[in-house]
């Protein structure tokens, strides 16, 4: 299954949203230039990348939602994947770079701005588990720039 990165964010500073970057360095602990205040839910060897489904965002906005690229704290959105093939496991390929998705990235209130009324479950993987963000770990450090493609399996 082929997609492509459709935006790259990094929050030098930390917190949400995430400004959108060009290219992002990504290492085994994190990507360069992204910071997470909160070093207990975010960040380290198993979370170094949060990934997120720009269909996702576009139903959500659609619905309602006042969310976008970046708010809900992502570092590298996708495009053109079935978003509800993801899980703990699977693979992404970037052409220098290899992801392992390890768990979910669960909501919390930081991102209840980018939701009508606060809802931020609405991407709860228990909620809905074909709508939520997801936490890799780097199997194979590199740098990605947006329109780069990426492979799942």
Same mark, same amino acid.
């Given at each position: 299954m082929n997609g492509s990165i459709a935006g790259l964010f990094a929050a030098p500073e930390g917190g949400v949203p995430k400004p959108l970057v060009e290219q992002l360095d990504v290492r085994v602990n994190g990507c360069v230039g992204d910071y997470q205040r909160d070093k207990k839910h975010h960040g380290g060897p198993n979370r170094a990348v949060c990934l997120f489904s720009s269909e996702v965002v576009s139903f959500l906005q659609e619905n309602g939602h006042p969310i976008y690229p970046g708010s809900v704290g992502e570092n590298i959105l996708v495009a053109g994947l079935q978003w509800e093939h993801? &899980?703990? &496991?699977?693979?992404?390929?970037?052409?220098?770079?290899?992801?392992?998705?390890?768990?979910? %990235?669960?909501?919390?209130?930081t991102i209840h701005d980018s939701f009508t009324n606060g809802s931020f479950k609405e991407i709860s993987v228990k909620? %809905?588990?074909?709508?939520?963000?997801?936490?890799?770990?780097?199997?194979?450090?590199?740098?990605?720039?947006? &329109?780069? %493609?990426?492979e799942i399996n």
């Open positions: 993801v &899980g703990i &496991g699977t693979i992404f390929q970037f052409d220098d770079l290899i992801l392992e998705v390890t768990s979910d %990235a669960p909501p919390c209130k909620k %809905a588990p074909h709508m939520t963000r997801w936490y890799a770990k780097v199997i194979k450090e590199g740098n990605v720039k947006i &329109g780069d %493609a990426v």
